[in-house]
């Protein structure tokens, strides 16, 4: 029976793309949604249930080793695989020049956008085995003045994730990079106060590009 079930972890699922892409793989994919807000994930479990889908709710903290490890070890024994998993979850410092970085916002940006990262993809990496499909999301503004702490471990995060996806690229799992539309998200608000919103894309609209490009 657990073989017919299509599994999608989605880590940062209570809001933004990440919901939105919970929702958009309704009915084809029976969610697991991982977040540390229990409202948003209830919010998103409401969502899904109307549309005819289901989920599992996780309101975890993905820079918790030990809950990473409870998670995937409850995935393992109730389904034994994941089929995909979409890796959303990220810290958003607030835009600071280089030298006032603030040691607390670094440590927090480090833990969430690498350190959890570094840990999640040796725990998934056998529940997807060598026929499942992990995806992480670039942005790149590594470089860029005013962006030092997201920047730097955004693109900490994502050099990890392209080295797995050059090591598994005969073996499998199946690693994709996207990057996604600019959307009228919070973390973009924090990034870009003022902008016009009603001229970005939709995070429905643009979790439906991101599954047409996996």
């Known amino acids: 029976m657990t073989d017919q079930i299509k599994i999608a972890l989605v880590t940062g699922a209570s809001r933004g793309l990440g919901a939105a892409l919970a929702e ?15 409202g948003g994930l209830e919010e998103l479990d ?14 975890m903290d993905i820079t918790d080793p030990n809950a990473m490890a409870t998670l995937c070890r409850g995935i393992h024994d109730r389904w034994g695989k994941i089929d995909l998993w979409l890796h959303t979850a990220i810290h958003t410092s607030a835009l ?4 006032f970085v603030d040691p607390k916002e670094w440590t927090k940006a480090i833990n969430t956008n690498a350190n959890a990262t570094s840990i999640l993809i040796p725990y998934v990496a056998p ?3 060598e026929a499942g499909h992990a995806v992480f999301f670039d942005d790149p503004k590594a470089g860029e003045k005013f962006y030092g702490i997201y920047g ?3 693109a900490t995060q994502m ?3 392209r080295s797995w996806a050059a090591e598994t690229e005969r073996t499998g799992p199946r690693v994709s990079i996207v990057e996604p539309a600019p ?7 924090r990034f870009h106060p003022g902008e016009d919103r009603d001229a970005l894309t939709s995070t429905s609209d643009a979790a439906a590009q991101v599954l047409a490009q996996i």
């Open 46 to 59: 409401d969502r899904i249930q109307a549309k005819g889908g289901s989920a599992t709710l996780a309101p």
């Open 96 to 99: 600071t020049p280089a030298h």
């Open 24 to 38: 958009a793989l309704v009915p084809d994919y029976h969610v697991v949604a991982v977040a540390r807000t229990t």
């Open 152 to 154: 730097a471990t955004k």
């Open 127 to 129: 529940l997807l085995g």
């Open 183 to 189: 959307m009228p998200t919070a973390v973009r608000a």
């Open 159 to 161: 050099a990890l994730a």
